[in-house]
C-alpha cells in the first residue's frame, strides 16, 4: 500500500510516526485528510499599506468520515495522559503538507476538537478538525 505521506505520533521523535491511513482504516483506499497550512495565522496591515505575516505556523487536518473505533484510536495515540485520562492538547510530531505542497515534518501542539458531530444513522462522526499549531520544523541531520 502507497502512504499519502501524512503521519502522526505523540511525543518527538520522526521514528515513531505512523502513516495517518493506519489509523483510518475503515475506507477502501484507507483516505488522507485534507489539511490547510497557515504560515503566518496573523495578518496585519501596516502604516504603509503593506501586510506582515506573525505567528507560528498552524495546521488543520480534516477528516471526512471517522467512525468511533478511529476516533478513539487517535484519541489513545495522541491525546491520552499517563495517568489513563484524555487531555485537551498534547505534544505530536506530524507529516503534513505546507503551503508549498511539500510534505514536512513538524513538532506541534495537537488541539482535540471542540466539536464532534456523529450521525447514527451512518455510523460515523462527519468533517472531525484537528488542529495543530505552534509548528516547528524537524530538520533532518
Known amino acids: 500500500m502507497a502512504y499519502s505521506g501524512y503521519a502522526l505520533a505523540p511525543g518527538s521523535d520522526p521514528d515513531d510516526l505512523i502513516p495517518i491511513e493506519l489509523i483510518l482504516r475503515a475506507s477502501d483506499p484507507p483516505r488522507a485528510p485534507k489539511g490547510r497550512f497557515e504560515r503566518w495565522p496573523v495578518v496585519s496591515w501596516t502604516d504603509t499599506g503593506l501586510t506582515r505575516g506573525d505567528g ?16 478513539l484510536l487517535l484519541r ?22 505546507d503551503d508549498d505542497e511539500v510534505f514536512r515534518t513538524y ?26 499549531t505552534s ?7
Open 56 to 71: 507560528m505556523p498552524i495546521v488543520t487536518w480534516e477528516i471526512e468520515v471517522l467512525i468511533p473505533s478511529e476516533m
Open 135 to 141: 509548528l516547528v520544523e524537524v530538520v533532518e541531520e
Open 76 to 97: 489513545h495515540l495522541c491525546w491520552w495522559n499517563d495517568y489513563y485520562a484524555p487531555v485537551k492538547s498534547a505534544n505530536v510530531i506530524i507529516t503534513t503538507k
Open 107 to 132: 513538532l506541534a501542539i495537537g488541539h482535540w476538537p471542540e466539536k464532534l458531530t456523529y450521525s447514527r444513522e451512518l455510523g460515523y462522526y462527519k468533517n472531525v478538525e484537528i488542529e495543530f
